[in-house]
Each structure stands twice: as structure tokens, then as C-alpha cells.
């Protein structure tokens, strides 16, 4: 069975850059049927979907995050990674990869279980 | 991009059926068939519940039912039980190639 798992640093200092990474589990990344994704969730606000990468090559991203935001995947390590440049107070969320499976259908079907990342001096 | 709309709230009594809507633009939702629904119980991962507007993951109850028309989708539940309540948000491929959510909707079941 598929699984995700997120990690990183739950803190980092305004104006650095945001790096997760999204370990997948009991499947492989290399297949070109699945984007990968990421999405975050402000505390006790709503999904904002940042970006996906597909290992065809391409990349989507939120246009209100495209200037700061890099999804990149390591297909030897089985992970996907998101880097966040000059991060403020704002991108203060929980953080969620997931699996995307365009070939079949449009859903995220498979989720992390989320990690938090805090913004602060 | 905007969100897609959606209500803050729905409430409904056990047995009962809600629809919770889920309004964008022709660029989104009214576009194509692509409309994706999520439950999101607290502190938790959110759950595919809907995908390609009308269809349901393996496991998923049939009790959730989803449609659209024009640029509004809709995700209905019906025999409502206690363990429905969660946020519900919807999902939408966009023309531009990238996905948008609805603000959510907090289902109260009384």
C-alpha cells in the first residue's frame, strides 16, 4: 500500500527558504501515470494547493506562489521535494504531499499525514 | 486564481441528506469534469471522497453522491451519521493546468 510521509524543520526564520521532503513508500515515483503534489493549511483555515511535478518532466505551480516555489523529485531516493524562498509569517501551515493520478482519474488520493512548519525569529 | 466557493457552514440531523455547493467560473468547474471532493476530519489528512465530479474511491460510502451543473458542483450526502461531520472542501482542475480548492464547509451534524 502507498504511503507518503513529509519531513523537515517545523521551524524556519522569516525570509529563508522553506525545504520539505515527501518520502513515498510501497510504490515507485518513477511512474509518469502520478503528480506529485504538494498542498498546505493554515491553522484552522482552508487547502491551498502549491504545486504539482510530474516525473514526465513538468511542473504546475500557484501562480500567487510561482515566484518563490521549487517542486523537485529524486527519483533514486524514492522522494519529492518543495523549497520555498523568502518565507514570511503567512506561510506559517501544515503541509501535505500527496499523489495525484491523472492517468485514471482527477483526485489526490493518496496524502502525508501533513507536517507543521512555523515562521518565526 | 480564486478560490471556488463554497458555504462556511451546513448542519443536518442524523438521517437527514445536505448538498454542499461548490461555485467557480467556466475556466474551472464549468470547464471540464474535473471536480474533486475532500473530507477532513480535525487533525487529520484530508480523504478523497469524489473524483472526476460524480465518481467514488473504492471504500467510500455511496451515501456521498456528488453532480454539477453550469459552473456549480455539488457533493450530497444522505443518511447522515454522526461520524459525517468533518470539513468538506472541493477541488477543481483549472484551464491553466493547476488545481484550485473551495474555502470548506463545516458540516454540523445535530
Known amino acids: 500500500q502507498l504511503q507518503l510521509q513529509e519531513s523537515g524543520p517545523g521551524l524556519v526564520k522569516p525570509s529563508q527558504t522553506l525545504s520539505l521532503t515527501c518520502t513515498v513508500s510501497g510504490g515507485s515515483i518513477s511512474s509518469a501515470s502520478y503528480h506529485w503534489t504538494w498542498i498546505r493549511q493554515p491553522a484552522g483555515k482552508g487547502l491551498e494547493w502549491i504545486g504539482r511535478f510530474s516525473t514526465g518532466g513538468s511542473t504546475n505551480y500557484n501562480p500567487s506562489l510561482k515566484s518563490r516555489v521549487i517542486i523537485s523529485v529524486e527519483t533514486s531516493k524514492n522522494q519529492f521535494s518543495l523549497n520555498l524562498s523568502s518565507v514570511t509569517a503567512a506561510d506559517t501551515a501544515v503541509y501535505y504531499c500527496?499523489?495525484?493520478?491523472?492517468?485514471?482519474?482527477?483526485?489526490?488520493?493518496?496524502w502525508g499525514q501533513g507536517t507543521t512548519v512555523t515562521v518565526s525569529s | 486564481q480564486s478560490a471556488l466557493t463554497q458555504p462556511a457552514s451546513v448542519s443536518g440531523s442524523p438521517g437527514q441528506s445536505i448538498t454542499i455547493s461548490c461555485t467557480g467560473t467556466?475556466?474551472?468547474?464549468?470547464?471540464?469534469?474535473?471536480v474533486s471532493w475532500y473530507q477532513q476530519h480535525p487533525g487529520k489528512a484530508p480523504k478523497l471522497m469524489i473524483y472526476?465530479?460524480?465518481n467514488r474511491p473504492s471504500g467510500v460510502s455511496n451515501r456521498f453522491s456528488g453532480s454539477k451543473s453550469g459552473n456549480t458542483a455539488s457533493l450530497t450526502i444522505s443518511g447522515l451519521q454522526a461520524e459525517d461531520e468533518a470539513d468538506y472542501y472541493c477541488?477543481?482542475?483549472?484551464?491553466?493546468?493547476?488545481?484550485?480548492f473551495g474555502g470548506g464547509t463545516k458540516l454540523t451534524v445535530l
Open positions: 500527496a499523489r495525484f493520478p491523472w492517468a485514471s482519474y482527477y483526485g489526490m488520493d493518496v
Open positions: 467556466s475556466s474551472d468547474v464549468g470547464g471540464q469534469n474535473y
Open positions: 477541488s477543481s482542475y483549472t484551464s491553466s493546468s493547476t488545481l484550485v
Open positions: 472526476d465530479v460524480i
